[in-house]
Protein backbone atom coordinates (compact mmCIF):
# COMPACT_ATOMS: atom_id res chain seq x y z
CA UNK A 1 0.00 0.00 0.00
CA UNK A 2 1.24 3.31 -0.90
CA UNK A 3 3.15 4.89 2.10
CA UNK A 4 1.06 8.50 2.47
CA UNK A 5 -1.88 6.81 2.59
CA UNK A 6 -0.62 4.16 5.70
CA UNK A 7 0.60 7.44 7.07
CA UNK A 8 -2.92 9.52 6.52
CA UNK A 9 -4.24 6.11 8.57
CA UNK A 10 -1.98 6.43 11.59
CA UNK A 11 -2.96 10.51 11.38
CA UNK A 12 -6.84 9.97 11.55
CA UNK A 13 -6.83 7.42 13.86
CA UNK A 14 -5.30 8.28 17.05
CA UNK A 15 -7.13 11.78 16.30
CA UNK A 16 -10.46 10.05 15.84
CA UNK A 17 -9.47 8.15 18.98
CA UNK A 18 -8.00 10.26 21.76
CA UNK A 19 -9.35 13.93 19.86
CA UNK A 20 -12.69 12.65 20.94
CA UNK A 21 -12.02 12.41 24.98
CA UNK A 22 -9.89 15.42 25.22
CA UNK A 23 -12.55 17.64 23.36
CA UNK A 24 -14.94 16.67 25.66
CA UNK A 25 -17.46 14.87 22.88
CA UNK A 26 -17.95 11.76 24.54
CA UNK A 27 -19.04 11.60 28.63
CA UNK A 28 -16.91 10.03 31.11
CA UNK A 29 -17.97 6.89 32.77
CA UNK A 30 -14.61 5.82 33.74
CA UNK A 31 -14.89 5.06 37.36
CA UNK A 32 -18.64 4.43 37.80
CA UNK A 33 -20.88 1.39 37.33
CA UNK A 34 -22.44 0.42 34.41
CA UNK A 35 -25.90 1.50 35.57
CA UNK A 36 -24.12 4.59 36.61
CA UNK A 37 -22.80 5.08 32.89
CA UNK A 38 -25.79 3.96 31.17
CA UNK A 39 -27.36 6.86 32.83
CA UNK A 40 -24.67 9.49 31.74
CA UNK A 41 -24.69 8.07 28.16
CA UNK A 42 -28.16 8.57 27.76
CA UNK A 43 -27.77 12.18 29.53
CA UNK A 44 -25.44 13.11 25.89
CA UNK A 45 -26.88 11.14 23.93
CA UNK A 46 -26.48 12.83 20.45
CA UNK A 47 -22.78 13.29 21.67
CA UNK A 48 -22.21 9.86 23.01
CA UNK A 49 -23.80 8.64 19.95
CA UNK A 50 -21.21 10.57 17.41
CA UNK A 51 -18.40 10.39 19.96
CA UNK A 52 -18.86 6.68 19.20
CA UNK A 53 -19.23 6.48 15.90
CA UNK A 54 -15.58 8.48 15.24
CA UNK A 55 -13.87 6.45 17.54
CA UNK A 56 -15.58 3.08 15.26
CA UNK A 57 -13.75 5.30 12.28
CA UNK A 58 -10.68 6.17 14.15
CA UNK A 59 -10.16 2.54 15.32
CA UNK A 60 -10.06 1.32 11.88
CA UNK A 61 -8.00 3.61 10.40
CA UNK A 62 -5.19 2.92 13.11
CA UNK A 63 -5.18 -0.44 13.21
CA UNK A 64 -5.86 -0.96 9.69
CA UNK A 65 -2.68 1.43 8.89
CA UNK A 66 -0.40 -0.20 11.57
CA UNK A 67 -1.20 -3.52 10.25
CA UNK A 68 0.22 -2.39 6.62
CA UNK A 69 2.78 -0.41 8.38
CA UNK A 70 4.00 -3.90 9.68
CA UNK A 71 3.72 -5.66 6.22
CA UNK A 72 6.04 -2.82 4.39
CA UNK A 73 8.65 -3.33 6.84
CA UNK A 74 9.79 -6.79 4.75
CA UNK A 75 13.53 -6.93 4.49
CA UNK A 76 15.94 -9.73 4.74
CA UNK A 77 16.40 -10.11 8.43
CA UNK A 78 14.06 -12.63 9.26
CA UNK A 79 13.71 -12.22 12.95
CA UNK A 80 12.31 -8.17 11.56
CA UNK A 81 10.29 -10.03 9.32
CA UNK A 82 8.61 -12.77 11.95
CA UNK A 83 8.23 -9.77 14.58
CA UNK A 84 6.14 -7.74 12.32
CA UNK A 85 3.74 -10.24 10.68
CA UNK A 86 2.59 -11.33 13.96
CA UNK A 87 2.90 -7.52 15.52
CA UNK A 88 0.63 -6.35 12.40
CA UNK A 89 -1.79 -9.46 12.66
CA UNK A 90 -2.70 -8.85 16.59
CA UNK A 91 -2.64 -5.19 15.48
CA UNK A 92 -5.51 -6.24 12.72
CA UNK A 93 -7.49 -8.51 15.54
CA UNK A 94 -7.70 -5.03 17.49
CA UNK A 95 -10.14 -3.84 14.64
CA UNK A 96 -13.00 -6.22 15.07
CA UNK A 97 -12.44 -6.40 19.08
CA UNK A 98 -12.08 -2.22 19.68
CA UNK A 99 -15.10 -1.70 17.08
CA UNK A 100 -17.13 -3.64 19.37
CA UNK A 101 -15.89 -2.12 22.27
CA UNK A 102 -16.00 1.78 21.18
CA UNK A 103 -19.12 1.12 19.12
CA UNK A 104 -21.25 -0.46 22.61
CA UNK A 105 -22.72 3.14 23.10
CA UNK A 106 -25.01 3.54 20.36
CA UNK A 107 -26.70 0.03 20.66
CA UNK A 108 -26.66 0.93 24.31
CA UNK A 109 -28.59 3.81 23.93
CA UNK A 110 -30.77 1.95 21.60
CA UNK A 111 -31.63 -0.92 23.46
CA UNK A 112 -32.18 1.78 26.51
CA UNK A 113 -34.69 3.91 24.54
CA UNK A 114 -36.67 0.36 23.39
CA UNK A 115 -36.39 -2.04 26.25
CA UNK A 116 -35.46 0.29 29.53
CA UNK A 117 -32.58 1.39 30.98
CA UNK A 118 -31.55 -2.25 32.29
CA UNK A 119 -31.07 -3.45 28.97
CA UNK A 120 -28.49 -0.61 28.14
CA UNK A 121 -26.67 -1.45 31.26
CA UNK A 122 -26.14 -5.03 30.36
CA UNK A 123 -24.99 -4.10 26.80
CA UNK A 124 -22.42 -1.73 28.43
CA UNK A 125 -21.71 -4.10 31.28
CA UNK A 126 -20.91 -6.78 28.82
CA UNK A 127 -18.96 -4.55 26.81
CA UNK A 128 -16.54 -4.24 29.12
CA UNK A 129 -14.78 -7.56 28.74
CA UNK A 130 -13.43 -6.01 25.00
CA UNK A 131 -11.07 -4.05 27.06
CA UNK A 132 -9.01 -7.15 27.30
CA UNK A 133 -8.08 -6.01 23.76
CA UNK A 134 -5.73 -3.88 25.02
CA UNK A 135 -3.36 -6.71 25.70
CA UNK A 136 -3.17 -6.97 21.55
CA UNK A 137 -2.24 -3.51 21.10
CA UNK A 138 0.45 -3.88 23.44
CA UNK A 139 2.31 -6.91 22.29
CA UNK A 140 1.57 -5.74 18.95
CA UNK A 141 3.08 -2.75 18.84
CA UNK A 142 6.06 -3.71 21.49
CA UNK A 143 6.60 -6.91 19.09
CA UNK A 144 6.33 -3.69 15.60
CA UNK A 145 8.60 -1.46 17.53
CA UNK A 146 11.09 -4.13 17.68
CA UNK A 147 11.23 -4.62 14.40
CA UNK A 148 11.49 -1.37 13.82
CA UNK A 149 14.24 -0.97 16.36
CA UNK A 150 16.29 -4.02 14.02
CA UNK A 151 15.55 -1.83 10.61
CA UNK A 152 16.65 1.05 12.29
CA UNK A 153 13.85 2.95 10.37
CA UNK A 154 13.75 6.38 11.35
CA UNK A 155 17.03 5.68 13.28
CA UNK A 156 15.01 3.30 15.34
CA UNK A 157 14.02 5.91 17.81
CA UNK A 158 10.45 5.71 16.85
CA UNK A 159 11.12 1.53 17.62
CA UNK A 160 12.19 2.09 21.05
CA UNK A 161 9.62 4.59 21.88
CA UNK A 162 7.27 2.04 20.89
CA UNK A 163 8.28 -0.54 23.18
CA UNK A 164 9.15 1.58 25.99
CA UNK A 165 5.41 3.20 25.52
CA UNK A 166 4.54 -0.68 25.66
CA UNK A 167 6.32 -1.97 28.57
CA UNK A 168 4.82 1.10 30.66
CA UNK A 169 1.28 0.37 29.59
CA UNK A 170 2.13 -3.66 30.52
CA UNK A 171 3.21 -2.55 33.42
CA UNK A 172 0.06 -0.22 34.14
CA UNK A 173 -2.15 -3.48 33.64
CA UNK A 174 -0.04 -5.37 36.28
CA UNK A 175 0.53 -2.83 38.66
CA UNK A 176 -2.14 0.00 37.84
CA UNK A 177 0.26 3.20 37.87
CA UNK A 178 -1.41 6.00 37.06
CA UNK A 179 1.92 7.93 35.85
CA UNK A 180 2.71 4.67 33.33
CA UNK A 181 -1.00 4.52 32.49
CA UNK A 182 -0.14 7.81 30.43
CA UNK A 183 3.30 7.30 29.60
CA UNK A 184 1.91 3.59 28.00
CA UNK A 185 -1.21 4.57 26.36
CA UNK A 186 -1.25 8.04 25.84
CA UNK A 187 2.57 6.94 24.22
CA UNK A 188 1.67 5.10 22.35
CA UNK A 189 -1.29 6.54 20.38
CA UNK A 190 1.11 10.05 20.03
CA UNK A 191 3.79 7.74 18.59
CA UNK A 192 1.36 6.37 16.39
CA UNK A 193 0.56 9.67 15.07
CA UNK A 194 3.86 10.73 14.77
CA UNK A 195 4.58 7.56 12.85
CA UNK A 196 2.03 8.49 10.65
CA UNK A 197 3.28 12.14 9.75
CA UNK A 198 6.76 10.80 8.87
CA UNK A 199 5.31 8.49 6.98
CA UNK A 200 3.74 10.87 5.08
CA UNK A 201 6.23 12.95 4.68
CA UNK A 202 8.55 9.66 3.58
CA UNK A 203 9.26 9.73 -0.64
CA UNK A 204 8.06 6.29 -2.04
CA UNK A 205 11.43 4.38 -2.42
CA UNK A 206 13.14 6.32 -0.67
CA UNK A 207 15.83 5.08 1.65
CA UNK A 208 15.25 5.71 5.41
CA UNK A 209 17.44 8.46 6.57
Known amino acids: MNSKVIGIMLILGPILIMGVWIAGLVPDTSNISPSESMTTVLAEKNLAE ?5 QVFGVIAMFTG ?3 LA ?6 NVVSNQLAEIGGLLLLLMVPIWVVFM ?29 AGGMLLIVGLFLLGISLTILKKYKGVIGALFIIAS ?5 DVIFDVEALAIIGWMGMFLMTLITGILTTLQKENQPEA
Do not use: H, P
Not at 50 to 54: E, K
Not at 71 to 76: F, G, P, Q, Y
Not at 103 to 129: C, H, K, P, Q, Y
Open 50 to 54: IGSIL
Open 66 to 68: LYF
Open 71 to 76: RSLKSD
Open 103 to 131: GSWIEAIGAAERFGNDVGTTILASSTMFE
Open 167 to 171: VCAFT
